[in-house]
């Protein structure tokens, strides 16, 4: 009897959540968009069948599907109802935001995406610069075998001068918002180009693609809500102090002639000294990588005065940005309260951004001026 | 008692044997008296029965007792072959059909025994079921001295034991057991000892067959193991354990054996030990791998699909597009197709094997694929999965690994990823639930034997193993003297 009983049990519990392979539809992008009160939802399917009969794997069409509703849920369902295959979220890749959800706070949308068992917490999270985010999906990618994947690729191909990739995932994104005393940042994606030709197979064929795909300035938010973009110079800064730039290509002028320093080592470290006070430690290593002036390189006196100008220089502009942040922005995106609230919670009420004393700190070192010690083309 | 009239006596054995032709008898006649000669023909050698037995016996022709004479006669001659005498009728086509040449007279109730035995043997010939690189090349054939003589040239101690006993009442089947006395467990020589007298049965033709007799426990998986190589038997015999051969059959028995014994090659004594060790964890890797691959992929493409990366999911999500098939039922008929090919080749005589391996790569591979009847990945998965497989050379393991691993896929496709876990935990109950005269088939490592381990997965250098694996017996532990 137990026998029975226990391939009974086998038989009727196996196969619930069975699914074949080609009954998926594979989601590994999707964009959230307002439109007219109600949100537009559009995923991009990795899995469509082939074109025509090939037989490398990566070359799959990949296809957009659109439709609205007033939840994100509703939205999905519609789409389900468009698509012959299920919608499968589980190897979703990133999720692109128009600013106007920005705007209304990120946190709502965030809801489906969470409770939903099925998607893993690991994706990006992008802001789209200008325009509609269902257009980011729609672009074709010249360069990437898998089309579906090219938005994750372009994330993770930066990687090299900067590490976006953390600041751009999802999970890091929804631990600052929740946490005390932190307002997250969202990297941005922009589209360069024409955005309908960019979306036909056409784009594929020139070599130079009429649209293609770019990462864009950090989009500021207070809380959840989206309220600026900052510059590009600003941008890099922010990265650095995040300890996220790998490389940092820094230009400025000294004697009046273009210096280019490169370094491949930065490291930031924020500290708490006092209630009131931060220390920001700032240590950047590189190269001189390009310069018109003709300075005698091999002269150490030199490279300390260029190396000391460097140090002045980088030492303002944070300057500059932290104090834009505490007054004009308000937007603790280094999450100073955070700080203040681990060390001294009780304190916390009291604490106010723009009160905050930061000390900044840089040290810069120059390890090699390249192979050439004066300018090629000496002023006569 | 046999009768005093060798008329009679030719008569009786003639009459027993149905007219048979080639039983030979003859009567010669020397004064008043007769001497009555039987062999079978087709058993033993025609010559040397005259050459020597004939004509030993008719230059007799004195009053002293014949019988006597002839015995005396004959021991004097003939030194090499087996000479005794026997007084029960019943054992004569014992005797016949083992190519001995029987003599009878007038003066005694005995027989003269002699043997005559034909050579119906092939030669030693090289090892065809576990070919090795490095390793001896004889192997055991179907004579039953020969076999042997094979052991007995490896190992020349006189503690290596043999006890004969003859199984099935009609076929009379020589079967040895061999063990080294002071090493082999001797409550576990008599336990199989009474086992294999317990067989009551027609005939023995194979030690395959006693396989069964033996066995205490039901399993897919065999306990025990059977080889042709005598380099193998030896060194089993040093470690303790005990060996079974049966006649007319190059395969032996090797009693107790332990799960480990089958990822082991022959190769690996002779080889470099840390070579030895790197092969012997890719033959494990390989049994994983063969055990579960299948069984995972139906779990991955059905079930758990968020357990692998994006891009080989969207690879083998286009791959299966068009496929008409369930992947379950996708795997089961390309196993099914491929046990069947592997079985075909077996038993196909060599010249048509070609063909069979041309209908199996291009029409079963190539085109089922092109005609969407497959998808790609499910034949790589068939291929790995086979080939992994083939890597052991017990074919009665390979067959029950493949029972299991029909069982995996089944599971898988029921529950996914729960069903091999659940299932994997079967499987190792299973396993360390085995036990063979009380040792436990996963040992050394469960229960777990350090000093036994050092030839276990991994194998030491030589010189470092001192002691002999003492779940196969205790007596005798130590294999090596450290002179350091």
Request: hydrophobic share 35%; charged share 25%; aromatic share 8%.
């Given at each position: ?291 018109d002036s003709n300075v005698n390189l091999n002269d150490y006196k030199e490279v300390y005065k260029i190396n000391k100008k460097w140090q002045k220089n980088i030492k303002k502009d944070v300057k500059k940005l932290i104090d834009k942040i ?25 604490f106010k951004l723009d009160k905050i004393n930061v000390n900044v700190k840089v040290k810069t070192e120059i390890i090699s001026t390249g192979s050439l010690t004066k300018a090629i083309k000496e002023d006569k | 008692m046999i009768e005093k ?480």
């Amino acid at each position: 009897m137990k026998k029975y009983i226990l391939i009974l049990l086998l038989l009727l519990s196996g196969c619930q959540n069975y699914s074949e392979l080609n009954q998926l539809a594979i989601v590994t992008a999707a964009g959230i968009d307002k439109d007219k009160g109600k949100y537009e939802v559009s995923v991009l399917i990795a899995n469509s069948p082939k074109v025509n009969s090939s037989n490398k794997e990566g070359e799959a069409k990949t296809t957009v599907y659109k439709a609205k509703g007033k939840t994100i849920g509703e939205a999905i369902k519609m789409i389900e109802l468009k698509s012959p295959k299920e919608l499968y979220f589980s190897h979703i890749n990133c999720i692109i935001i128009s600013d106007e959800i920005g705007k209304e706070g990120f946190l709502k949308v965030a809801d489906y995406f969470m409770r939903n068992p099925e998607t893993r917490n690991r994706f990006y999270l992008l802001q789209i610069d200008k325009g509609k985010s269902s257009d980011v999906l729609k672009i074709i990618s010249p360069l990437e075998s898998y089309p579906s994947q090219s938005i994750k690729t372009l994330i993770e191909s930066s990687q090299t001068s900067s590490n976006i990739g953390d600041s751009a995932s999802y999970s890091n994104f929804i631990g600052k918002t929740i946490q005390k005393g932190y307002d997250p940042i969202m990297t941005t994606i922009k589209i360069n180009g024409d955005k309908d030709k960019g979306s036909k197979q056409s784009n594929l064929e020139t070599t130079e693609p009429n649209t293609y795909l770019s990462m864009g300035p950090i989009a500021i938010y207070k809380n959840d809500k989206f309220k600026r973009l900052s510059s590009n110079k600003e941008t890099e800064l922010i990265r650095v102090l995040n300890n996220e730039n790998k490389e940092l290509n820094y230009s400025f002028k000294y004697k009046e002639k273009n210096v280019n320093m490169f370094s491949n080592m930065t490291k930031t470290s924020i500290k708490l000294i006092d209630k009131n006070f931060i220390s920001v430690d700032i240590y950047i290593k590189g190269d001189i990588f390009e310069t018109d002036s003709n300075v005698n390189l091999n002269d150490y006196k030199e490279v300390y005065k260029i190396n000391k100008k460097w140090q002045k220089n980088i030492k303002k502009d944070v300057k500059k940005l932290i104090d834009k942040i505490k007054h004009k922005w308000k937007c603790d995106i280094f999450g100073f309260g955070n700080m203040v609230y681990k060390k001294y919670p009780d304190y916390y009420k009291n604490f106010k951004l723009d009160k905050i004393n930061v000390n900044v700190k840089v040290k810069t070192e120059i390890i090699s001026t390249g192979s050439l010690t004066k300018a090629i083309k000496e002023d006569k | 008692m046999i009768e005093k009239d060798p008329k009679k006596v030719i008569k009786k054995i003639k009459k027993l044997y149905g007219n048979s032709k080639d039983l030979n008898t003859r009567l010669i006649k020397t004064k008043n008296k007769n001497i009555g000669v039987l062999f079978l023909e087709s058993s033993s050698n025609a010559s040397t029965i005259s050459d020597f037995i004939t004509k030993s016996i008719i230059q007799e022709a004195n009053d002293k007792p014949l019988f006597q004479t002839i015995f005396n006669n004959i021991e004097n001659k003939i030194y090499n072959s087996q000479l005794f005498t026997i007084d029960n009728i019943k054992d004569f086509p014992y005797y016949l059909s083992s190519g001995f040449t029987i003599i009878v007279t007038d003066d005694s109730s005995k027989a003269i025994v002699l043997e005559s035995r034909a050579n119906l043997d092939r030669g030693i010939t090289e090892a065809t079921s576990e070919p090795a690189l490095r390793s001896s090349k004889d192997s055991f054939t179907e004579s039953h001295s020969k076999n042997l003589g094979l052991i007995r040239k490896r190992i020349k101690d006189e503690n290596l034991w043999f006890e004969e006993m003859k199984i099935g009442r009609r076929t009379k089947t020589r079967v040895t057991i061999a063990y080294m006395n002071n090493i082999a467990d001797y409550n576990k020589v008599k336990k199989i000892k009474a086992k294999l007298k317990d067989i009551d049965i027609d005939g023995i033709l194979d030690s395959g067959n006693l396989r069964d007799y033996l066995t205490e426990k039901k399993s897919i998986i065999p306990q025990i193991k059977s080889s042709e190589r005598p380099d193998i038997t030896c060194q089993e015999l040093l470690n303790g354990k005990i060996i079974i051969l049966t006649e007319n059959c190059p395969f032996i028995l090797i009693l107790p054996t332990v799960f480990l014994d089958y990822i082991k090659s022959p190769d690996d004594q002779n080889q470099k030990s840390i070579n030895a060790s790197f092969t012997r964890i890719l033959r494990f890797c390989a049994l994983i791998i063969t055990l579960l691959t299948p069984a995972i992929y139906i779990a991955v493409a059905t079930y758990d699909q968020n357990t692998i990366p994006d891009k080989l999911l969207i690879s083998l999500a286009v791959q299966r597009e068009g496929v008409p098939f369930p992947t379950f039922f996708e795997i089961i008929l390309f196993m099914t197709v491929f046990e069947i090919l592997r079985e075909s080749d077996i038993r196909s005589p060599s010249n048509t094997s070609i063909a069979g391996s041309i209908v199996g790569a291009l029409v079963l591979g190539q085109a089922a694929v092109d005609a969407s009847i497959v998808s790609p990945i499910t034949i790589i998965v068939v291929a790995v999965t086979s080939i992994c497989s083939l890597i052991f050379q017990d074919s009665d393991f390979i067959n029950g690994i493949r029972v299991w691993r029909f069982l995996f896929i089944l599971s898988s496709s029921l529950l996914g990823f729960i069903g091999i876990i659940s299932m994997s935990l079967i499987f190792i109950t299973k396993l360390t639930a085995l036990e063979y005269l009380n040792s436990s088939f996963t040992s050394p490592l469960a229960p777990l034997d350090i000093e036994a381990n050092k030839d276990a997965i991994v194998k030491f250098e030589l010189p470092k193993i001192y002691k002999r694996p003492s779940y196969v017996s205790k007596n005798n532990p130590i294999k090596q003297r450290s002179k350091r």
